[in-house]
């Protein structure tokens, strides 16, 4: 079946510029979540979903940085006014609503900031 | 608060050998615990889980791992190394949030 799709898959952008990546989650998942993959940094999070209720934003590392999530579906994260830290590897999960299913990762958004 | 550590930037072991990648993990009540494994420009995917249960838990591609709780570990392990293993592994643990905290990754290079 179909997997999550992010996209891009790569983007290059100039800094100050604002960014919006994609995430289409795995129909019928209720829970989305966003990493940021940085090198030798392992994933930080950055933001949760999870059906109808208000997301867990306490991983968004500015002002900068915010994400939707449209009829419990698709989502989007913005960044605006990018900087050269920003430039990282985007990665979008979803996964069923019970407490011990595994996460499902798209191939994730390659973001370089210049 | 929950954490994850794994000691080991990268494993190398010739092909055929066992391979271990160790994690160990903090959490305030009882751990979830996951391995995932990650490809070059792939996301992550799942390889195994503990919930409760065994301690010693089996996944994909003939991986498995042993929770032990007084050592707070949960170490992947594979009796017998393919080169096609080689990749970068992530150990998760989550308590009761909903948001796994990852370890740094484990580079795995299997040698011919």
């Known amino acids: 079946g179909a997997g999550v799709s992010q996209s891009p898959s790569n983007k290059v952008t100039e800094k100050g510029k604002d960014v919006e990546l994609r995430c289409d989650p795995i129909s019928g998942h209720t829970a989305l979540y966003w990493y940021r993959q940085s090198l030798g940094q392992g994933l930080e999070f950055l933001i949760y979903f999870q059906g109808n209720s208000a997301p867990d934003k306490s991983g968004l590392p500015s002002d900068r940085f915010s994400a939707e999530r449209t009829g419990g579906s698709v989502s989007t ?8 830290e920003d430039s990282a590897v985007y990665l979008c999960a979803s996964k069923v609503d019970t407490d011990n299913s595994p996460l499902h990762f798209g191939n994730g958004t390659r973001l370089t900031v210049t | ?68 709780k007084s050592q707070t570990s949960f170490h992947l392990k594979k009796p017998s190394a393919l080169v096609s293993d080689s990749a970068l592994y992530f150990c998760a643990v989550r308590d009761g949030s909903y948001i796994p905290t990852f370890g740094r990754g484990t580079s795995l290079i299997v040698h011919p």
Not at chain 1, 77 to 84: A, E, P, S
Not at chain 2, 40 to 60: C, E, H
């Open chain 2, 1 to 68: 608060a929950q954490s994850v550590a794994q000691p080991e930037d990268q494993v190398n072991v010739a092909e055929g050998n066992p391979l271990t990648v160790k994690c160990t993990y903090s959490v305030s009540g009882n751990p979830y615990l996951f391995w995932y494994v990650q490809y070059p420009n792939r996301g992550l995917q799942f390889l195994l889980k503990y919930i409760t249960g065994d301690n010693l838990v089996k996944g994909s591609y003939g991986f498995e791992a042993e929770f032990n």
């Open chain 1, 77 to 84: 994260l913005t960044i605006q006014r990018t900087q050269q």
